[in-house]
């Protein structure tokens, strides 16, 4: 068996430091969103000539007038990504851009991918997708209060938070992009961490009314352990998944593959370090759920 | 938990193999419209253009209130009641009337069978709102009013959108209502919808009106630009002829001087008005004002009145055929604006399908090879089972021809990963049962029992969140969390019944053999 429990006030430690250090740097940094949520323009190019790199390209949309423009490279050699804000909402600039292009390059560029995003509708996106999020949580929340007694609620949805801080924590440092596909990444994570702490509570509940004799402190290590192959044949299997989305999925689900993988390893450290030393520190024993018991 | 009946063995076959049948359709093409379901690619995959469109009813609405302001004004002064100083601001009317009639007024508005403020009896609300300010009165739509006004507008519009796009000819496309103010286009294997935008960019208001030097018309005068935005003249108010009274409107060579024309062939009461216009007023010019904008403004020469003619304005052959596509298809009730555009082209649809497919064949492998390191015999069972999920899956997809976006496959993928979540809570229960339960039968037996609880719950978290995914997401996030919660349900059928009666029939033949798992 192995001694989780000596690490508790270790990892309660960390966690903590990694919260606040995540909820600083998304006050102070804040998070880096795409064109999603704060609207813009993104031009997805593929150049057939292998003279042209990114400081060209980048010189050449600089002449353009159209504002901040990020340049940059996207996977491979050939692509490009350029973003820029389009604050005057200018109508015709895609077709702008692509004279102005091939003025100076020559056709050499294939436009795959075109998005433009109004400012209206971008604020509209962050606002559901907040909603999505709040709305995910709230409802965990009752799904685990209606399921558990409420020290186990606690700990669940502390975990909960602390997955989805911490992983918004990880792109706020990186300044990675955060569109409408980690909107779907982080409520998946939402899923799996909850998944993951109800599997490992559910064990605590039965030991708890199997032994009246073992202290919560000593019951939560056990639990662990017996639920332990599980966790991480899960883990690796849902990791295994993902990482073939990362690697071989294509630049478009990187981002997305990349929040999931953070959640799912979070998820599993919380479920273990977090969830479980709420109920320890709430000092969880048989009477808790023998109480619940009675009632029902 | 391991017996199985001879029905119930037989209705799982069947309920697999149709779903897996149904997910191999989409390889063949079957000349059958029932069976030939396929399941749709999102436009990040096939390639397309997404474009939402805003109507902008601010116009609208100041012209609802402008001719209001006249209705007003006429309607009272047939009663001896006369208004004064009435004017529009900031979407609302003010005007004034002596004290004697502000009740009279007032009670016109009010009453239900108003012959100038419209009633909606269904939503208990009048078409306007009337307030006593005091200093005058003021007029405003109600909230019922807008709703109807938008709606209507936003109904014309659609109309048009659709006319317009079926004129360029793309294949499907996929035009929708969104809100009260939005259209939604959806173009499929369009690529450059540079001639969609600058189509749905145009509200198309033709109008036929003199050029006049008479600042003093009755109607009113304004100073409109040309085309090419040098030049200004000064043009009645009065509408001669209007979009409205087009039959139809074609591209032409012109002959005589090697120019692109738009023809125009009017009716009845187009050809009457354009012929007496044109007979009364030789030697006038006349503006042909497309959008606030004068394309041309002939002299006329000759009584014109076989109510056709041409518009000449220095046309490309493509801009002369945009126009007469335009003219065509109506002029819109109100301005368009592209709030939100993504296109995909067809090459990255293909990348990202070929990426999608590796992705998807790898993490399978992956997991598979994991599974069978792991479990041996059991971890088979579990694979057979995965494959089995994985069609059915599809199958449902196909059935229900849904739409699959990258983010979909994504969401396939990840159903991968976890969907022998519930084989391993099994499995490992199963182990724990084994330590104390020397009956390989039942140990197994009370390990399915014991891991249900764990394993609804896990499924169930995971299915809200994706239920919610659905109701908030757009476009492709909705892919994702479609496949995602069909995952789940496919899922625990195919753990429940086509995993455990594999088990059962491998564990009832080993049932005496020591360390079955």
Known sequence: ?296 | MLYFSKLRILSIALFSSLFILIALTNLFKIDDDFFDKKINLGLDLQGGSYLLLEIDNAPVIEQKLQNLTTTIRNYFKDQNIKINNIKIEDEKIFFNVDDQSKQVVLDTFMDENSDINPYYPRFKSHQLEIEDMGLNLKVNFSTQGLISLKTSSQDQAIEIVRRRIDEVGTNEPNILKRGNNRILVELPGLDDPMRVKSLLGKTANLTFRFVTNNENDSFGVEKLKYEDGLEEATVSKRIIISGDNLLDAQPQMDTQNNQTVVSFSLDRVGAKRFGKATSTGIGKQLAIVLDGKIISAPVIRDTIASGSGQISGGFTFQSATDLALLLRSGALPAPLNIIEERTVGPDLGQDSINAGMIALAIGFLLVIIFMFVKYRVFGLITNLTLIINLFILLGILTLFEATLTLPGIAGIILTVGMAVDANVLIFERIKEELKDEKNNILAFDSGYIKSRTAIIDANITTLLAAIILFFMGSGPIKGFSVTLGIGIFTTLFSVYFIARLFTSIYVSKNRNKEKLI
């Not at chain 1, 600039?93 to 050499?108: A, H, M, R």
């Not at chain 1, 795959?112 to 604020?123: D, L, Q, T």
């Not at chain 1, 993951?196 to 019951?219: A, G």
């Not at chain 1, 799912?264 to 048989?286: D, H």
Request: net charge positive.
């Open chain 1, 1 to 296: 068996m192995i001694p989780f429990n000596k690490y508790y006030n270790h990892f309660n430690l960390l966690s903590t430091i990694l919260i606040v250090c995540s909820l600083i740097l998304l006050v102070f940094k804040g998070l880096n969103f795409g064109i999603d949520f704060k609207g813009g323009t993104l031009i997805e190019l593929r150049s057939s000539d292998t003279k042209i790199n990114v400081s060209s390209l980048r010189d050449k949309f600089s002449q353009m007038n159209l504002g901040d423009v990020s340049v940059k490279k996207f996977g491979n050699d050939k692509d490009y990504l350029i973003k820029f804000e389009n604050k005057d909402n200018k109508k015709n600039v895609i077709e702008e851009i692509k004279i102005n292009l091939d003025k100076s390059f020559g056709n050499n560029f294939n436009f795959r991918r075109v998005e433009n995003v109004g400012p209206k509708v971008s604020a509209e996106l962050l606002k559901s997708g907040v909603i999505a999020i709040s709305l995910s949580l709230a409802i965990m929340l009752f799904y685990i209060w209606i399921r558990f007694e409420w020290q186990f609620s606690l700990g669940a949805i502390l975990a909960l938070f602390h997955d989805v801080i911490v992983t918004l924590g990880v792109f706020s440092l990186f300044s990675l992009e955060i569109n409408l596909s980690i909107i779907a990444a982080v409520l998946t994570i939402v899923g799996y961490s909850m998944n993951d702490t109800v599997v490992i509570f559910d064990r605590v509940r039965e030991n708890l009314r199997k032994y009246s004799d073992i202290k919560i402190f000593e019951l939560t290590n056990i639990s662990i352990n017996e639920t332990l192959s599980r966790t991480i044949i899960t883990s690796v299997t849902t990791l295994l998944a993902l990482l073939a989305i990362y690697f071989f999925g294509g630049e478009i689900l990187k981002g997305f593959s990349l929040a999931m993988i953070l959640g799912v390893v979070f998820g599993t450290y919380s479920s273990i370090y977090i969830a479980n030393t709420v109920l320890v520190r709430l000092r969880v024993s048989q009477k808790t759920v023998l109480r619940e018991d009675d009632q029902k």
